[in-house]
């Protein structure tokens, strides 16, 4: 690194954070991607510096779980990083993709529209999050622009407010640090993959920085008929105003076009296998398809007073332009194996999303007792439309269409219209307010509680009828937790933490009279476990956890269009996770999974029943994530991946199962010279037939084909 570099990067730390210590700043920065043991900067982990935070494949600190600057092991929760070095040696470049090696965590179909994940046993396609702040449209998130991702499990309302039952994924933008990078990431590879990455960043002067991060990516998938079409592009800016006051800009074009996969049905209570379907497309690729345009414009302002107090602000507005159409299997193939349904519909869900956040962080003593006083506030505004039209197939003139599943692909027209479902355009206000204290009593005690209100002001008009239908709620969601370290590289935590999602649920798109009387769904979780430093750059996790869910919602049989809200859930678990080198030449991510997770309660699902006792859609008994990279020569490395898990099942009525998964992924890595690295991703190394996720039990994913992909890194 230059000296008009590192000098630039050291007065951002300093400007930010105000906490990293002089010695560790002087620390020079490793090559990203590219880290040996001996060029880690070990001081800069010790002292908790921002250049130490992030080495390899381990991440010390974030402030995402207390909205503090707080070191992993002294945070009473369990929270998994996938760092950029894991992101770019694994080759994946979507979100839900690039968790598949996170412990406890399952990528769910979403329809082939939209990220979806079961973090817990809890799905949720809503909370999603950028630096700490809503990103809860339905769609696919790239990673192009991404630092990291951070998974924090269990109950988060206390940061983030509702939802985030079973956890929150965080996603870290890249953002101008003053440091010049010029890089350039083309890949290629199987089913016509052609994707090409740019990242540039410098500086105006010394309290001016830019970066520009952009991709276009024009790409096949191992289904017939998939496509995606995509691109993106991410400036940000960086003022120093002051020796106290930072400013952050940022703005994010995002544009997502692709053919919707709804996958394969079921028979005999499987997937359906007459044949090898892993390509095979059921429905209307002409009429499946699925777009977004998004705009999201985010200020940031970082400002220490004289007092101590630090102020962190943010203000986002986003606008997402979000239209989905499939055309998918509506049933089962029958015994006979000649026949089953295709069904279609549409829904147009564009949304825009108002931001405002505002911590304030104070730090001070009363005796022996250290302080972290956090306070703060949260406004926002989120207004949009919900719109569903079924479809109606020309030949049969009604809402199914039956085909022979040795032929599912159809072309017959189809004729969408309103038949009832959402019409609504529909408004919420928000409004919240927060306070946590973490007491530090003494070098081996710690405790952290805190309290959150959020008043949730939602109201939906029928665009048919023009009735409107209004709800409001008080919400108020606690978080308590202590660590205990005998030692400064151990900590034994314990915690419990709430939350609540309202009656109209993840994606609040429409509000009916029996959902208005409904009280909010409650989320409860009881968690213990422990934390080791095993080494500077090794940190080794396990977590025992106990996750209620009360409140869920199932049809009135006395009262249609109302609902009893009797339903409810556990998880029971234990999760052990590892990140960062073993040894100099050997780097690992990931770990396993026990998940038991229960219905408790019968409720339905439309028309199917959910019994007691029955296990929770998509979630594997047991589950082993295994990323390793083992650096041969100085240029070369080997990565070695393994995912292997339980049985499934598709829905949570256990008529439908899903076999167990082994799954191998390989990486190859050569450092062509100081500038420029070649990679190989060879996902499914064995070509294993395999079932990848589903959303319903004739929704059914197969997963890919051995998939190779060539990705050239360039710096200039």
Request: net charge neutral; hydrophobic share 35%; charged share 20%.
């Amino acid at each position: 690194m230059t000296k008009p570099a590192a000098h630039a990067r050291a007065t951002l730390l300093l400007a930010t954070t105000m906490l990293a210590p002089a010695a560790a700043l002087a620390q020079p920065l490793p090559p990203e991607g590219e880290l040996a043991l001996e060029a880690i900067d070990v001081a800069g982990l010790k002292a908790g510096s921002a250049r130490g935070d992030t080495v390899g494949y381990l991440t010390r600190r974030t402030a995402s779980a207390t909205r503090t600057d707080t070191p992993l092991i002294n945070t009473p929760q369990s929270v998994t990083v996938v760092t950029q070095a894991q992101i770019r040696d694994q080759g994946f470049q979507s979100l839900t993709e690039a968790i598949r090696y996170v412990p406890g965590v399952i990528p769910h179909q979403g329809e082939g529209n939209r990220d979806d994940v079961v973090i817990r046993g809890q799905r949720s396609n809503a909370d999603f999050y950028v630096n700490g702040i809503r990103d809860d449209v339905q769609y696919f998130r790239d990673l192009y622009n991404i630092e990291r991702i951070e998974v924090l499990k269990g109950p988060n309302a206390m940061i983030f407010g509702r939802g985030g039952g079973g956890g929150v994924i965080n996603r870290v933008l890249k953002e101008a640090d003053g440091v010049p990078i010029r890089e350039i990431v083309a890949q290629g590879g199987a089913f016509d993959n052609k994707r090409l990455a740019l990242d540039i960043g410098d500086r105006f002067s010394d309290s001016a920085f830019f970066r520009l991060n952009g991709v276009v990516e024009d790409t096949g998938t191992y289904r017939d008929f998939g496509h995606i079409r995509r691109y993106g592009i991410n400036p940000t800016g960086t003022l120093l105003l002051g020796p106290d006051t930072v400013l952050k800009l940022s703005y994010e074009y995002f544009h997502d076009d692709r053919v919707t996969d709804r996958g394969i049905p079921s028979q005999f209570g499987r997937p359906y296998r007459y044949r090898d379907n892993t390509r095979t497309f059921f429905g209307n690729p002409d009429l499946s398809y699925a777009r977004v345009d998004a705009h999201i414009a985010t200020a940031t302002l970082d400002h220490r007073f004289d007092s101590g107090v630090q102020l962190h602000s943010q203000l986002r507005f986003a606008d997402y332009d979000k239209f989905y159409q499939n055309v998918f299997p509506g049933s089962a193939v029958n015994a006979a194996g000649t026949s089953m349904t295709l069904s279609a519909y549409n829904n147009a869900t564009p949304r825009t999303n108002y931001f405002s956040q505002n911590d304030f962080t104070y730090k001070f003593a009363t005796g022996p007792l250290g302080h972290t006083l956090l306070g703060g506030f949260e406004l926002g505004y989120q207004t949009g439309l919900a719109f569903r039209q079924d479809g109606f197939f020309a030949t049969s003139g009604t809402q199914s269409l039956v085909v022979n599943p040795l032929s599912p692909v159809s072309r017959v027209p189809v004729n969408f219209r309103y038949n009832g479902g959402n019409n609504s355009r529909y408004d919420l206000g928000l409004a919240a307010a927060y306070v946590q204290d973490q007491v530090e009593i003494g070098p081996h005690l710690q405790l952290i509680g805190g309290l959150r209100y959020d008043h949730f002001d939602f109201a939906a008009t029928d665009r048919g009828t023009r009735v409107t239908t209004a709800r409001i709620d008080d919400l108020v969601s606690p978080r308590a937790g202590f660590v205990v370290k005998p030692w400064e590289n151990l900590a034994f935590y314990g915690s419990y933490s709430v939350s609540y999602l309202p009656s109209s649920g993840d994606q609040f798109s429409s509000l009916t009279p029996g959902l208005s009387i409904a009280v909010p769904e409650r989320f409860e979780n009881r968690e213990i476990g422990v934390k080791w430093d095993a080494s500077p750059v090794l940190q080794l996790t396990a977590a025992l956890y106990d996750l209620d869910r009360y409140n869920q919602r199932f049809a009135d049989p006395n009262r249609p269009g109302y609902f009893l809200t009797t339903g409810q859930t556990n998880t029971k678990g234990a999760e052990i996770g590892a990140n960062g080198f073993i040894t100099d030449w050997w780097q690992i991510a990931g770990g396993y999974a026990f998940t038991d997770a229960r219905i408790v309660s019968n409720f339905s699902s439309g028309s199917t029943v959910i019994r007691t006792g029955n296990t929770v859609a998509l979630v594997p008994f047991n589950a082993i994530t295994l990323w390793n990279k083992f650096a041969i020569t100085p240029e070369f490395a080997v990565g070695v991946g393994v995912i292997n898990q339980t049985h499934t099942f598709a829905s949570s009525d256990n008529t439908v199962r899903l076999p167990s998964v082994t799954r191998f992924d390989l990486g190859l890595f050569y450092q062509v010279s100081e500038a420029v690295r070649a990679q190989v991703n060879i996902e499914n190394l064995f070509d294993r037939r395999y079932i990848a996720t589903a959303d319903a039990n004739n929704n059914i994913t197969p997963g890919a084909s051995r998939t190779v992909r060539v990705q050239v890194i360039a710096r200039f």
